[in-house]
């Protein structure tokens, strides 16, 4: 199986619509950009073996909350949800974040997981 169509079936399973979204925003710009996420990100790394999904979106959702990348943050706190993530184990990484990247970071995550716990 190819890398896109591997990513895209990994996309689809945890966050079809955000996707959909970012291709759709990237489209006039950088379309290859979008491509490049389903390949590598998700048709490369994502698809391996050595983690489940579930821990895969918890991992990001530490390194996006660390990074402050809030937009990106909604989007993988609903892709934790569909990979069988909890509420409770979304916001312990969250606040876990407070020790090594500080209050301010971890205070914008959780603001950010509850807007897209809202959606």
């Keep these: 199986m190819d890398r896109y169509r591997r990513g ?5 399973s945890i966050n079809r619509e955000s996707y959909r979204a970012l291709k759709e925003e ?5 379309p290859d950009l979008s491509r490049f996420v389903a390949e590598f990100a998700y048709g490369d790394v994502y698809s391996r073996k050595g983690l489940d999904l579930k821990t895969r979106e918890l991992i990001t959702i530490a ?10 943050l909604k989007s993988h706190v609903k892709g934790a ?3 069988g993530c909890t509420r409770e184990e979304i916001i ?27 959606d």
């Design 8 to 12: 895209m079936e990994i996309l689809e």
């Design 81 to 83: 949800l569909n990979a």
């Design 26 to 30: 990237l489209e006039e710009v950088s």
């Design 92 to 118: 312990e990484v969250i606040i876990q974040m407070a020790v090594y990247a500080g209050f301010p970071a971890a205070i914008n995550g959780a603001i950010a997981a509850k807007e897209a716990f809202r």
């Design 63 to 72: 390194a996006l909350t660390v990074l402050g990348a809030e937009k990106q």
